[in-house]
């Protein structure tokens, strides 16, 4: 897991270049403006953009991904992402989802050894294949009104 902030001169440092690249990208849009839904950034990656409410963690479950990576950049409200850096155990995992290459935690399930990252506007967190990660939720127990931007990426483009 990787996190950084756009609005930073050296937000690139250390990035490996397709994401240094596609956040430069980002940042020649106008994010507030961006409509919901699915935009083709070029023929292999692609970004969704949307708007929910947080909710506490508890209410949460976490994902991981085989396929893609995500960056997650936060374009208005405040955002607590739970993460997590051990293999995950996959028999506390629902069964995959091939064809949106996602799989989430059972029930009762949580991510071992977690951690937590506060986001706020413009900041953003890069998940790799198989990092679990629980996204949208409260800061402090506050409701926010969530506009954020997930970017796909192949795995085999790093």
Do not use: W
């Amino acid at each position: 897991m990787l996190f950084g902030d756009l609005t930073r001169p050296d937000f690139k440092r250390g990035l490996p270049k397709i994401i240094a690249d596609t956040c430069d990208y980002l940042n020649t849009l106008d994010l507030a403006s961006l409509a919901t839904g699915r935009h083709e950034i070029n023929e292999h990656i692609f970004m969704n953009v949307m708007e929910v409410e947080s909710e506490p963690a508890e209410a949460r479950k976490s994902e991981i991904h085989r396929q893609y990576l995500d960056i997650q950049v936060l374009i208005s409200g405040e955002e607590k992402m739970e993460y997590g850096v051990t293999q995950p155990n996959l028999a506390d995992y629902e069964p995959y989802n091939e064809e949106n290459d996602y799989q989430l935690t059972l029930a009762g399930k949580d991510i071992e050894l977690k951690s937590t990252v506060v986001l706020r506007p413009k900041m953003f967190a890069v998940f790799l294949p198989y990092e679990p990660h629980k996204p949208c939720c409260n800061v402090a127990d506050k409701v926010s009104k969530i506009k954020k931007l997930v970017v796909k990426i192949p795995v085999n483009l790093l």
